[in-house]
């Protein structure tokens, strides 16, 4: 059974000080790997996907990145506009294409 | 361009009534999915759709039901209603299979 876990559930950050959020798959053979961010009161919006091991793609202050079993959210410098739930989903070559979704990390980024 | 609108916002039902939501994907997209969002199980999958066919289906009770019209709007039914349904239901549209999914705000339903 493919499984997404996310770590931590809940981070609190300063304004400024940079932090990297965990995402640990296990999925018979990794399709692609999403990021996504969620604002209160609204759906999900797509940030990245990544889709083999070394790959990264950065956009403003977040930088993601993929290894074989993980992937990183890397947030440098964040500002209390960053604060969200980001959420990261893993599809498999061996289904349906239908994503696995983590619990999702709740950021808090204090001025 | 438009993005995915779901239809209503809130609703408030009552134990026993049934329910009928709505999504209208991005323009382009023909696969349309639902998912059930809760604070205790996160987001759980319940189906997809594709050019008027459900092409996968989630590990939910049959009183979740959906259907695609051939514009690809999408609607989804649940009967019977629970006071365990009470959740952000969230619809996602996307280009094809395996592509990012574009979310709309949901509806937050509430069964009393």
């Known amino acids: 059974e493919d499984q997404v876990t996310q770590s931590p559930e809940a981070l609190r950050l300063q304004e400024g000080e940079s932090s990297s959020l965990n995402c640990s798959y296990t999925?018979?053979?990794?399709?692609?790997l999403f990021w996504y961010r969620q604002d209160p009161g609204k759906g999900p919006e797509f940030l990245f996907t990544?889709?083999?091991a070394g790959e990264e793609k950065e956009k403003e202050r977040l930088k993601a990145t993929l290894t074989k079993k993980e992937s990183f959210l890397h947030i440098t410098a964040p500002k209390p506009e960053d604060s969200a739930t980001y959420l990261c989903?893993?599809?498999?070559?061996?289904?349906?294409?239908?994503?696995?979704f983590g619990r999702g990390t709740s950021l808090i980024v204090h001025p | 361009k438009a993005g995915v609108t779901q239809t209503p916002r809130y609703l408030i039902k009552t134990r026993g009534q049934q329910v009928t939501l709505s999504c209208s994907p991005i323009?382009?997209?023909?696969?349309v999915s639902w998912y059930q969002q809760t604070p205790g199980q996160g987001l759980q999958f319940l189906f997809e759709?594709?050019?008027?066919?459900?092409?996968n289906k989630g590990n939910f009770p049959g009183r979740f039901s959906g259907r695609q019209f051939s514009n690809s709007r999408s609607e989804m039914n649940v009967s019977t209603l629970e006071l365990g349904d009470s959740a952000l239901y969230l619809c996602?549209?996307?280009?094809?299979?395996?592509?990012?999914?574009?979310f709309g705000n949901g509806t937050r339903l509430t069964v009393t």
């Open positions: 989903a893993a599809t498999s070559s061996g289904g349906s294409y239908i994503p696995t």
């Open positions: 990544l889709y083999s």
């Open positions: 996602a549209s996307s280009l094809e299979q395996g592509a990012p999914l574009h």
């Open positions: 759709y594709f050019s008027e066919t459900q092409r």
């Open positions: 999925v018979s053979g990794l399709r692609g």
């Open positions: 323009s382009g997209h023909r696969s």
